[in-house]
């Protein structure tokens, strides 16, 4: 059972970047065919998918925030990570990281797997 636990400070400033990481266990994120996403949801909003990253490496992102989203990953400590930059108060969220042993998918319904959630709030 893949299991997904994610990190990083619960407060970024504007204009800065937002990292957090996601760290998992019960399965290798290399491995044939899943897909690593971040999805987000803010205060009275549905679920956003942000962006993917797959077993071999390749990432796609959200047209919406492909300006400001990077999303990679380190196989030796079996985990990936998120960066957004110049955030606003607009990214204010519980950030998920989640995860589908398929092919990968914009539709947050599509992931089995997810972490509990980590609130991050963009203010000065």
């Known amino acids: 059972q893949v299991q997904l636990q994610e990190s990083g400070p619960g407060l970024v400033k504007p204009s800065q970047t937002l990292s957090l990481s996601c760290i998992v266990s019960?399965?290798?994120?290399?491995?044939?065919?899943?897909?690593w996403s971040w999805i987000r949801q803010s205060p009275g909003k549905g679920l956003e998918w942000m962006g993917v990253?797959?077993?071999?490496?390749?990432?796609y992102y959200s047209p919406s925030l492909k300006s400001r989203i990077s999303i990679s990953r380190d196989t030796s400590k079996n985990q990936f990570s998120l960066q957004l930059s110049s955030v606003t108060p607009e990214d204010t969220a519980v950030y998920y990281c989640?995860?589908?042993?398929?092919?990968?998918?914009?539709?947050?319904?599509?992931?089995?797997?997810w972490g509990q959630g980590t609130q991050v709030t963009v203010s000065s």
């Open positions: 989640a995860a589908r042993w398929a092919y990968w998918s914009a539709f947050s319904n599509d992931y089995a797997y």
């Open positions: 019960g399965g290798s994120i290399t491995t044939t065919y899943y897909a």
């Open positions: 990253i797959t077993y071999d490496g390749s990432a």
